[in-house]
T-cell receptor, first 113, second 111 residues
Framework: NAGVMQNPRHLVRRRGQEARLRCSPM?????VYWYRQLPEEGLKFMVY????????ESGMPKERFSAEFPKEGPSILRIQQVVRGDSAAYFC???????????FGSGTRLTVV | EDQVTQSPEALRLQEGESSSLNCSYT??????LFWYRQDPGKGPEFLFTLYSAGEEKEKERLKATLTKKESFLHITAPKPEDSATYLCAVQAQNTGNQFYFGTGTSLTVIP
């Protein structure tokens, strides 16, 4: 059981470019969550997805950010036209259903230069 | 507004010196309180889930307890390998599946 797999581990983008972060949940887990961790801040919820559905995106910035979890393949967090303030660690977590604890991936560290 | 506050922000202990970490929470209906450990450059690793006041969970040198307003993570006779950031998170009744995380307690255990 490989756990929650995130890639890339590190991503450097210039301002204005697009960032695509990928997450494969644990085997048997159908619920995926994305969190962002800024330096000196706690993990902040961004979005909760199930296969082909966005369940809760209340933590997603209204512009430039989008997420998907297609029927086949990993979940993708997409950030368009990145700015320096997007630099952070982005963590994906998965669970087998509601009312379960999360299993986290190792994160993608995005640096915008 | 749902809130989670952890204290202290940082804690240095001598090996073998027991102590406790605090997590105070304000939520409108607690579904669960979760403790995680996070090592530098890694994702949070699940430790415990607590659901109701009075509940306790133990694992090796760690013991988590829960009251109606706070949770404690007790560390007995810590070792250097217990050094990490410990995160507390709550799940509320009215906010679906999202967790509210505190900013963590950074624990350093000195040999």
């Amino acid at each position: 059981n490989a756990g929650v797999m995130q890639n890339p581990r590190h991503l450097v983008r210039r301002r204005g470019q697009e960032a695509r972060l990928r997450c494969s949940p644990m085997k048997g887990h159908s619920h995926v969550y994305w969190y962002r961790q800024l330096p000196e801040e706690g993990l902040k919820f961004m979005v909760y997805l199930q296969k082909e559905n966005i369940i809760d995106e209340s933590g997603m910035p209204k512009e430039r950010f989008s997420a998907e979890f297609p029927k086949e393949g990993p979940s993708i967090l997409r950030i368009q036209q990145v700015v320096r303030g997007d630099s952070a660690a982005y963590f994906c977590a998965s669970s087998p259903g509601e009312n379960y604890g999360y299993t986290f991936g190792s994160g993608t560290r995005l640096t915008v230069v | 507004e749902d809130q989670v506050t952890q204290s202290p922000e940082a804690l240095r202990l001598q090996e073998g010196e027991s102590s406790s970490l605090n997590c105070s929470y304000t939520v409108s209906g607690l579904r669960g309180l979760f403790w995680y450990r996070q090592d530098p450059g890694k994702g949070p690793e699940f430790l415990f889930t607590l659901y109701s006041a009075g509940e306790e969970k133990e694992k090796e040198r760690l013991k988590a307890t829960l009251t109606k307003k706070e949770s404690f993570l007790h560390i007995t006779a810590p070792k250097p390998e217990d050094s990490a950031t410990y995160l507390c998170a709550v799940q509320a009744q009215n906010t679906g599946n999202q967790f509210y995380f505190g900013t963590g307690t950074s624990l350093t255990v000195i040999p």
